[in-house]
Each structure stands twice: as C-alpha cells, then as structure tokens.
C-alpha cells in the first residue's frame, strides 16, 4: 500500500522560496538577532559586465623584475580591480599613453567586458585606432528579451556605431519592431534562423521601420540591411518602395538559396538600385579577391562602402567622421555561417546598390550628350575628299623630275 503525506503547511506572509525566522546567538558579541534563509536561483552575471578572466587574477599584477610594484602597476592594479565601476570621466585627466597600457592589461587579463569597452571608446574617441576601434560580442544562446540586448549597445549621441546581427533568436514582431530606437545602427542582419513567434518576418515590419523612418526620424545611419534567405521578404513586390524611405540606406544586401524568390530587378532599377552579384559585388565589398570570409568583414565592408552616397545627402556628421567611430558587432544566436563569394555569379549572395538620384540624373545627362553627339555626327552631312596641290610647279619642272 502506498502512503502520501502531506507536507506541513507554510507560515504564512512567507514566499516560496523563503524560510521562517530563526533566533541566532553570536557568541563573540554577545548580540541576539533573527536570521533568514532565502533560497535564491542559479547566479548569473550581466552579460554587459561579463569577462572570461577573473578580477582575483588582477589582485596580484605587479613588476616582472625583481622588487615590490611600481606606482604605476599599483595603478593599473586598482583599475583591473574595479573595472566594472569605471566611468569615462575616470579617464578625464589620463593620456591616451597611459590609458593604452591600462587596456593592453585589460585585454591580457581577459577582463575585456563590453561595459569595458565602451568606456575607453567614449573617453578616448579619437584615440582608439585598430586596439579598440572593432569590437564583436557573440551571445551563443539569447534567454533575455531582444530588448534587454538593444537597450545596451544604444549610443543617441553617436558615440559608437552599432552592427547588429540576428543569428538564431526567437522573438516576436513588436521586438522587431522596436529596432528602430536603436538610433546608431548601421548594419542590420536578420539571418536565417531568425524565429518570429507570432508570425514571420515579412513585408509589414519593413513598413514599420519605414513608417518609423519617416516620422519619428529612425534609422538616421542606417547604411546596409542583410536579409539572409528570408523568403517572405524577398517575395515582396513593394520591398523596394519601403527602403526608399530609409534616408542613408544604401546597400540591399540578401541570400536565396533555392534561387526562386529573387526580387524583379527591373522594378529595382527603375527606382535608382543597382544590381550586384558575382564578380562585380566581389570586386565591390573585398577588392583582395577572397572568396569564402566570415560575415563580420562583410558587415564592414559593406558599411565602408555604403557610406559612398552619403557625400550628397545632410547627415549629422561626415561619412569620414563616422568611419571613424567605434564600431561594435553584437551577434545574437552564434557567429553567423559565413558567406561565399565568387567570380561565377553562382553564389547565394546578391545586393542592391542604391544610387544617389543626383549620381543617375548625372549619368543619364552624360548618356544623353553622348547620344546627341552621335546623332549630330550621324546627321552632319559629309564633304567629298578633294586633292589639294600644296606647292604647284610648271610643266618642265614635273617633266624634269621623270629623267
């Protein structure tokens, strides 16, 4: 016979994961107090504030020679010590110079987070070179909100430019939606592992951010969108029309792998796109010639060269200036695969590049000079060739030259 009991019932004003008060005497003071015991969930770090290396590592940095620690090691040990409390006003007073050492510790301990980051590329913006200027933070498993991972890596001041990269996330289309607050977002990938959980990704959240774009001012740096085999876009007949409201947006970068979605060029070129695959978009993104790169060179690639039309449109600042900014890849759901290009034009990636209307009336003004050129040659009635004596001699001098 099988016996159930029941469990005691809880005091109740107590949680499920909380424990009634119990009496504790220290012994050493003499004190009498209540204690109580809260059972609490697995710990995890911040993913902002998450470093491979341990700040116990940092407790015991000082001189490789002989003797005890240098003022400046003794320096470089508080900073490593309370690197997740550090500001940029932190680094107000501090030269580039000194600084450098401070990161080169940083990344040698592994203490490298994101908040990290972003700090010495605010302190230090015109200093930062290739040690700080490129930074790619990979989440392997996303288990927050997609907001939760915007929320960070948003700068409304532009004080770095923001590559984001949907891997293989599970989100809905309100949080796709939402992408437009990221204000300094400059490249967008919806890759193909994307999952929608109340719908798919498809025509109407493009004319949500085109909607956002238009009226609240969204996507202002916004240079390349990649949508890696998203059929239900791809299939979309008022695609282009919804990117021309994107002010800065110049390259349509996209992958069909079964090769029947492919948008109809001639709606694209009619509107100011030009198409690009094999060997032109090869030459275009990596003039080196190499094939088979991860999606990160792409990415910035892409965006170098996609700040091409910006010379004629008002931005905030310069297409130089911001090349020149910080620039940090998020990547939710794992490194995207990496894509193929090659001369053959059998490779899955293809792209749009928009052309600025000034660059195609110019173009179309040197066409049409050209054919009215030829027109005019064409037209011009030509001359009989006549045989002109330039020094006439008499007859005896002619005859006398024959002998």
Same mark, same amino acid.
């Given at each position: 016979?099988?016996?159930?009991?029941?469990?005691?019932?809880?005091?109740?004003?107590?949680?499920?994961?909380?424990?009634?008060?119990?009496?504790?005497?220290?012994?050493?003071?003499?004190?009498?107090?209540?204690?109580?015991?809260?059972?609490?969930?697995?710990?995890?770090?911040?993913?902002?504030?998450?470093?491979?290396?341990?700040?116990?590592?940092?407790?015991?940095?000082?001189?490789?020679? !002989?003797?005890?620690?240098?003022?400046?090691?003794?320096?470089?040990?508080?900073?490593?010590?309370?690197?997740?409390?550090?500001?940029?006003?932190?680094?107000?007073?501090?030269?580039?110079?000194?600084?450098?050492?401070?990161?080169?510790?940083?990344?040698?301990?592994?203490?490298?987070?994101?908040? *990290?980051?972003?700090?010495?590329?605010?302190?230090?913006?015109?200093?930062?070179?290739?040690?700080?200027?490129?930074?790619?933070?990979?989440?392997?498993? !996303?288990?927050? *909100?997609?907001?939760?991972?915007?929320?960070?890596?948003?700068?409304?001041?532009?004080?770095?430019?923001?590559?984001?990269?949907?891997?293989?996330?599970?989100?809905?289309?309100?949080?796709?939606?939402?992408?437009?607050?990221?204000?300094?977002?400059?490249?967008?990938?919806?890759?193909?592992?994307?999952?929608?959980?109340?719908?798919?990704?498809?025509?109407?959240?493009?004319? *949500?951010?085109?909607?956002?774009?238009?009226?609240?001012?969204?996507?202002?740096?916004?240079?390349?969108?990649?949508?890696?085999?998203?059929?239900?876009?791809?299939?979309?007949?008022?695609?282009?029309?919804?990117?021309?409201?994107?002010?800065?947006?110049?390259?349509?970068?996209?992958?069909?792998?079964?090769?029947?979605?492919?948008?109809?060029?001639?709606?694209?070129?009619?509107? $100011?796109?030009?198409?690009?695959?094999?060997?032109?978009?090869?030459?275009?993104?990596?003039?080196?010639?190499?094939?088979?790169?991860?999606?990160?060179?792409?990415?910035?690639?892409?965006?170098?060269?996609?700040?091409?039309?910006?010379?004629?449109? !008002?931005?905030?600042?310069?297409?130089?200036?911001?090349?020149?900014?910080?620039?940090?890849?998020?990547?939710?759901?794992?490194?995207?695969?990496?894509?193929?290009?090659?001369?053959?034009?059998?490779?899955?990636?293809?792209?749009?590049?928009?052309?600025?209307?000034?660059?195609?009336?110019?173009?179309?003004?040197?066409?049409?000079?050209?054919?009215?050129?030829?027109?005019?040659?064409?037209?011009?009635?030509?001359?009989?060739?006549?045989?002109?004596?330039?020094?006439?001699?008499?007859?005896?001098?002619?005859?006398?030259?024959? $002998?």
């Amino acid at each position: 016979m099988t016996r159930f009991r029941i469990p005691p019932s809880r005091p109740q004003g107590l949680s499920n994961n909380e424990e009634p008060k119990r009496t504790t005497y220290d012994e050493q003071s003499g004190l009498v107090y209540s204690e109580v015991s809260c059972r609490g969930g697995p710990m995890r770090a911040d993913w902002v504030w998450k470093t491979r290396g341990s700040v116990y590592d940092a407790k015991h940095v000082k001189a490789l020679g !002989p003797g005890c620690a240098s003022l400046k090691h003794m320096a470089i040990r508080c900073v490593l010590v309370n690197s997740a409390s550090l500001v940029p006003e932190t680094f107000e007073n501090v030269p580039w110079e000194i600084a450098e050492l401070v990161w080169k510790m940083v990344l040698s301990h592994q203490l490298d987070s994101l908040h *990290a980051w972003k700090v010495f590329a605010m302190a230090y913006p015109g200093e930062i070179g290739k040690i700080l200027k490129h930074r790619q933070h990979v989440i392997p498993i !996303p288990d927050m *909100a997609l907001a939760s991972y915007i929320r960070p890596v948003a700068s409304v001041s532009l004080q770095w430019m923001t590559f984001l990269t949907l891997s293989v996330i599970s989100c809905s289309r309100l949080e796709l939606i939402n992408i437009s607050k990221l204000h300094n977002v400059g490249v967008l990938t919806i890759d193909f592992g994307v999952r929608v959980t109340d719908g798919t990704f498809d025509e109407s959240i493009v004319r *949500a951010w085109a909607r956002a774009a238009t009226e609240a001012g969204a996507f202002s740096m916004l240079r390349v969108l990649a949508c890696r085999s998203q059929l239900s876009v791809l299939s979309s007949l008022n695609l282009s029309s919804h990117l021309q409201q994107f002010p800065l947006l110049s390259l349509f970068i996209f992958e069909d792998y079964s090769f029947v979605y492919l948008p109809d060029r001639s709606v694209w070129q009619d509107q $100011g796109w030009r198409y690009m695959k094999g060997k032109s978009l090869l030459n275009f993104l990596l003039p080196g010639g190499l094939a088979n790169v991860s999606w990160d060179s792409i990415v910035h690639s892409a965006f170098e060269k996609g700040g091409g039309s910006e010379a004629h449109m !008002p931005t905030q600042i310069g297409p130089t200036a911001v090349n020149d900014l910080p620039r940090l890849h998020l990547s939710l759901g794992g490194v995207p695969a990496p894509s193929i290009l090659d001369s053959s034009g059998f490779a899955t990636l293809r792209c749009f590049q928009k052309v600025h209307p000034q660059v195609l009336e110019l173009g179309r003004t040197e066409v049409s000079i050209e054919k009215e050129e030829a027109e005019l040659s064409s037209n011009h009635p030509k001359k009989k060739a006549k045989l002109r004596i330039r020094n006439p001699q008499a007859l005896d001098e002619v005859l006398s030259s024959f $002998g």
